[in-house]
């Protein structure tokens, strides 16, 4: 099967690599044009602009950083939007909020092409690994279509029904996964700064109620102040924001994810939106050492 494949941050380049290695063909386009290379050397085309890589595949999917970049891929010069129709499919995995899904999910079916939201839960390693979450809505015969590339994507895919679904699942998963990170980091500095050796903690947590692949995976590397990567701080806050935004719309009283989005402001305003989000870490300590 051919694929475009548009995005090639973090996530992108992991998942088209993973499809090309499975034998799908794929042919991806990235802004900034360098970041296609290393998908290139595994076996990918390029495509000068979205709309190209549309026009050449019958399937496109995206994964880009936030509502105004899976806007803009679609709707800007040389967007998807030139070149969907009848008989193509476009299928956005970047986190965004349901109003934006919904909005290019009727730009494309009005062009007569079919639209999948599909957000992904999972970061860099289960992207290159393909044991993603895969938490899709929308157009029930594409999602049939695209089986066969979520299946190396990831280890498990949930169609939730009408666009906009998918979005908010997203964000919920999201919403819990920052307040947690939260909790954690603030944990942490209580433990260090009480005299306990922080290293206990971990093994503690690691045998009890509350024991998870996240506390066991980050935690180590927080400890050594590496905060490398993996999810960006900057997108985790964006998902905050959205998800709180959610919460408005529905009338649900969320103190403590509006909390933690605080503190994921407070570490982008410190400079640290592009490492990874447990950075969060470094807000507890300031606010400690200030006080
Ligand atoms: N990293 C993770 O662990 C996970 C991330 N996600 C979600 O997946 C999405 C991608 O995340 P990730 O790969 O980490 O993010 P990155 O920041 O690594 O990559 C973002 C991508 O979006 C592109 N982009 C940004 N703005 C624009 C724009 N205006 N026009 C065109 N392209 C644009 C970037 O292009 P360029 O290279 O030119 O900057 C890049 O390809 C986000 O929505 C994120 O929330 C979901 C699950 C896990
Ligand atoms: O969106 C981030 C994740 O780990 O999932």
């Keep these: 099967m051919e694929v475009g494949f548009l995005g090639l941050g973090i996530m992108g380049k ?13 042919t991806v386009w990235n802004r900034t044009l360098s970041k296609c290379d290393e998908v290139v050397a595994h076996g990918a085309s390029v495509g000068a602009t979205p709309a190209e890589v549309v ?17 803009s891929v679609v709707f ?9 129709c009848n008989g193509k499919g476009y299928i956005d995995m970047s986190t965004v909020d349901s109003q934006t899904s ?25 992207a290159e690994t393909g044991q993603l979450i ?28 009408q666009t906009g679904n998918g979005a908010k699942m997203k964000l919920v998963v999201n919403m819990i996964l920052g307040s947690v990170m939260n909790a954690f980091s603030e944990g942490l500095v209580l433990a260090e700064r009480s005299g306990l050796n922080p290293h206990d903690l971990l093994d503690v947590l690691d045998l009890g109620g509350i024991a998870n692949p996240m506390f066991r995976g980050k935690g180590p590397a927080m400890l050594r102040d590496n905060h ?10 964006k998902d905050m924001r959205l998800a709180l935004a959610l919460g408005d ?22 400079g640290l939106g592009d490492l990874d989000f447990s950075a969060v870490l470094e807000t507890v300590k300031l606010l400690k050492q200030s006080s």
């Design 249 to 270: 719309e529905n009338g649900v009283s969320m103190p403590v994810a509006a909390a933690a989005n605080e503190a994921f402001k407070k570490a982008r305003s410190m």
């Design 102 to 126: 919904c909005k290019i999910s009727e730009a494309i079916t009005s062009k007569g092409g079919h639209f999948l939201e599909a957000p992904v839960s999972g970061s860099k390693q289960p």
């Design 134 to 161: 895969i938490l899709a809505a929308g157009d029930k015969a594409l999602y049939e279509e695209a089986v066969p590339a979520f299946n190396v994507l990831g280890k498990k895919s949930f169609f939730l029904g």
């Design 55 to 71: 026009k050449k595949c019958k399937i496109t999917i995206a994964i880009l950083s936030d509502p105004a970049a899976a806007l």
């Design 14 to 26: 992991a998942m088209s690599i993973n499809l090309l290695k499975n034998g799908f063909k794929v």
């Design 76 to 84: 800007d010069k040389d967007g998807v939007l030139e070149q969907i």
């Design 228 to 237: 490398l990567p993996a999810f960006p701080l900057k997108h985790q806050q």
